[in-house]
């Protein structure tokens, strides 16, 4: 049995997509962000489609550069090739993206 003054915490009043919404702008590790907009349904997050955008479009380069853990090929997948903010990236991630399907 659960006493009672604990039971507010097992739930909540809150929307799962003001959850996702709230964790990827309070939340400053990439890798937490992604998650927060690329493993979930992208209708939890497209009230902030554009702060998505902006965030992938910012951090491209540096995630190509660093090659984090996180960007694995699944993520990569997910994040729209629009949003890549130069040419030249847009066109690697497409021949990338074209190699993987084969």
Same mark, same amino acid.
């Not at 049995?1 to 915490?9: A, D, F, M, P």
């Not at 909540?12 to 964790?23: A, E, L, Y």
């Not at 984090?68 to 997910?78: F, G, H, R, S, T």
């Not at 190699?99 to 084969?102: I, N, T």
């Given at each position: 049995? !659960?006493?009672?003054? $604990?039971? =507010?915490?097992f $739930?909540?009043?809150?929307?799962? *997509?003001?959850?996702? !919404?709230?964790?990827f702008?309070?939340?400053?590790?990439?890798?937490t962000?992604?998650g =927060?907009s690329? #493993? !979930?349904?992208? =209708? =939890?997050?497209?009230? !902030?489609?554009?702060?998505?955008?902006g965030?992938v479009?910012?951090?491209?380069?540096?995630?190509?550069?660093?090659k984090? *853990?996180?960007?694995?090929?699944?993520? *990569?997948?997910?994040i729209p090739?629009e949003w890549? #903010?130069t040419?030249?990236?847009?066109?690697?991630?497409?021949?990338?993206?074209k190699?993987?399907? *084969?």
């Open positions: 049995n !659960i006493e009672k003054k $604990y039971r =507010h915490t $739930y909540s009043t809150g929307r799962g *997509k003001d959850f996702t !919404i709230r964790n702008r309070e939340n400053r590790e990439d890798a962000k992604a =927060h690329f #493993q !979930i349904s992208k =209708h =939890h997050w497209m009230s !902030i489609e554009e702060e998505v955008r965030w479009e910012a951090n491209w380069s540096k995630w190509e550069e660093e984090p *853990k996180w960007l694995d090929e699944n993520m *990569k997948a997910k090739v890549i #903010q040419k030249e990236a847009r066109n690697e991630e497409k021949e990338r993206r190699s993987v399907r *084969k």
